[in-house]
């Protein structure tokens, strides 16, 4: 269990790092699909080799705020090179974003402090969820909380403390549920006979009945063992869909997400199966468009996948759903470059907009070095 919340002052203080965002694609990279805006663009400068995923709130005032991963230092950008949080902010629906960044949260672990997800509960607070990583054996989520409208947080308490290990909680995966339940799906990862990442989850998830202040762990798990081998299991999501039931979606190996159904607030999962959502070895996204009230995907969609892109994090598409995930229609491609990589994604509804934000680099170097943040109307993606 977890001490009650303790609250204290964290200063949002700005730090000017220079780093000044192109309003759209330059010559170097492919202008996106006719309908689709990039307002936003952070790639990767001196002293700064990455700037990785995170997750959008919009804030009372009407401003949204995206807090996304700052790798500093003079490391690759590796997932285990030092990082800190980090904001921009829009004022116009997202179609223009502050040009400096504001520092949110200084690294707390060994190693950093990234996967942002955040969360407007429904007592109205903000919840700010984040991974502490220290080594290869020890990642764990935190959750702060804001009752000021993210200029001050709580302080910081551990969303898994019963098992130690390495966790991965993707940036923007935290949902309350209808019951005001929050679920927290994670991929436990250990270490291989030579002391590597072993990169086979055990996925399940961390629930909390009291708005994060205490968290357990539920009753069913995944290894991905069959009697005929292992499939390689990582990074879920959930969604509430309109029965009160829950749809987890799982990257894998197997060449689609593969799925899973809970009927009792994610204390219990059905067996996991392989679903028509084709995909390489990368995350998916899926949320409710609050304005029609279907599911909105986000994915690699490898459905007659060409040569050059098979198993790479390209296109960038988008879908949705009008029977609660079971068929997906209204198929387009945000981002279709060979070299792109486009993954990690967080989901945001600004009245008749939708944001994206997400990694957009280019795989020859490191894919993961560019954040970006794609904008398109519900029309657009409506096809009116």
Request: glycine share 10%.
């Amino acid at each position: 269990m977890l001490h009650a919340v303790v609250w204290c002052r964290i200063t949002i203080v700005v730090a000017l790092l220079g780093l000044s965002a192109p309003a759209t694609g330059s010559a170097a990279e492919p202008a996106p699909s006719a309908g689709v805006e990039r307002p936003l663009r952070l790639p990767p400068g001196p002293g700064n080799p990455r700037n990785s995923e995170g997750a959008f709130i919009t804030l009372k005032d009407g401003r949204v705020m995206f807090i996304y991963t700052h790798f500093d230092g003079k490391g690759s950008g590796s997932d285990f090179d030092h990082s800190h949080l980090t904001a921009r902010f829009s004022s116009d629906g997202g179609k223009s974003w502050t040009k400096t960044d504001t520092l949110v949260l200084e690294n707390e672990a060994k190693t950093n402090t990234m996967s942002v997800s955040l969360l407007r509960l429904q007592n109205g607070d903000i919840a700010l969820f984040y991974c502490r990583k220290n080594s290869l054996t020890d990642c764990i989520p935190y959750v702060r909380i804001s009752r000021d409208e993210a200029k001050t947080w709580s302080e910081p308490q551990p969303c898994i403390t019963d098992i130690p290990g390495y966790y991965v909680l993707n940036n923007d995966r935290v949902v309350q549920l209808k019951s005001g339940r929050l679920v927290a799906p994670v991929a436990e990862h250990g270490t291989t006979a030579k002391g590597g990442f072993d990169g086979h989850g055990i996925v399940m998830c961390y629930l909390s009945d009291d708005n994060g202040k205490t968290w357990r762990r539920n009753q069913t798990k995944f290894d991905g063992k069959t009697a005929t081998g292992r499939t390689v299991l990582q990074e879920p999501g959930v969604v509430e869909l309109k029965d009160g039931s829950l749809l987890m979606f799982i990257r894998t190996n197997g060449g689609s997400q593969f799925l899973s159904h809970s009927k009792d607030g994610g204390e219990t999962w059905s067996a996991i199966a392989p679903s028509k959502i084709l995909s390489p070895v990368s995350p998916a996204s899926i949320k409710r468009i609050p304005k029609t009230g279907d599911l909105l995907l986000v994915w690699n969609n490898h459905e007659n996948i060409d040569a050059a892109r098979r198993g790479k994090r390209t296109p960038l598409s988008v879908a949705i759903s009008s029977d609660e995930g079971q068929t997906w229609t209204h198929v387009k491609n945000l981002e279709d470059d060979v070299h792109g990589w486009y993954c990690y994604t967080a989901i945001e509804f600004v009245g008749d907009h939708v944001l994206l934000g997400h990694c957009a680099g280019d795989r020859r170097t490191n894919g993961l070095a560019t954040t970006q943040i794609t904008r398109f109307s519900l029309d657009w993606l409506y096809g009116k």
